[in-house]
């Protein structure tokens, strides 16, 4: 084999790789005992640099091992310091759960990103989006493999959730405000179709919040800031499940 036909012929395994299924976020919700999505959050455009040495190398696989059901990472770099290769960082140290890219997505190019980094999921955002614009988009996510979280704060948002997303996410934080109250999710759980798999966004800091919010009826909860001001963001994760 000459050096073409080599580059080739390893080209066609990296696309092999990169087409191959992803893990289920939804599956990994439904079948889990706590529903922890783990969140690696270097920055809050509210509170500044949480962990600004956080490693993409080595938080979120402490969460793999420390019993996440799946992981969340943010990308957006110039608000949260994030970046995309974090999600590649974290598959490539040794992370199989599903992760969910996070970030603010506007348009079909960052399903791209999304999909080539390695991510199972995107979230998508009800007050970004119009309900068309959200529709093009979780359709054009589903035709990549990838799932939608699709995120929504109050009321007349919940409308959006006839789009069908794979997960309907409640965010407890006011992104206008960066208000925070998880009575949003107990005030809205209700409203949401029977049959969605919930997700409770943010501001989650107690267990006993998270043994109330299941049963309300929610099988995710989205935790990043709890864990990751902490020095060992993996233990927290452990000893936080310990008490659920």
Not at 137 to 144: D, G, K, N, W
Not at 207 to 223: E, K, S, W
Request: charge should be negative.
């Amino acid at each position: 084999m000459d050096i073409l036909q080599e580059i080739i012929a390893h080209k066609e395994m990296e696309l092999e790789q990169l087409c191959a299924p992803k893990p289920s976020l939804r599956q990994a919700l439904l079948q889990s005992d706590t529903g922890i999505i783990a969140e690696f959050k270097r920055r809050s455009p509210s509170k500044g640099w949480i962990k600004e040495e956080g490693r993409a190398d080595l938080i979120p696989l402490s969460y793999q091992q420390n019993g996440a059901a799946a992981l969340s990472i943010l990308t957006d770099e110039h608000y949260f310091g994030g970046h995309d290769s974090f999600i590649r960082t974290a598959r490539q140290s040794g992370v199989t759960l599903p992760i969910l890219y996070k970030n603010f997505i506007v348009d079909e190019a960052q399903l791209y990103a999304a999909l080539f980094c390695g991510a199972s999921a995107v979230l998508l955002i009800a007050a970004c989006l119009t309900k068309q614009r959200c529709k093009t988009l979780l359709q054009r996510a589903h035709s990549l493999g990838l799932e939608v979280l699709l995120e929504m704060h109050a009321e007349h948002e919940l409308e959006y959730a006839e789009l069908e997303p794979d997960l309907c996410g409640i965010n407890n934080r006011n992104l206008g405000s960066f208000h925070t109250d998880v009575e949003n999710s107990f005030r809205l759980a209700s409203l949401l179709p029977q049959n969605a798999v919930k997700v409770s966004e943010s501001g989650i800091s107690n267990p006993d919040t998270v043994r109330q919010l299941r049963q309300a009826g929610f099988r995710g909860f989205l935790i990043g800031e709890t864990f990751m001001k902490t020095s060992n963001p993996g233990i927290a994760l452990h000893e936080f499940i310990s008490k659920i």
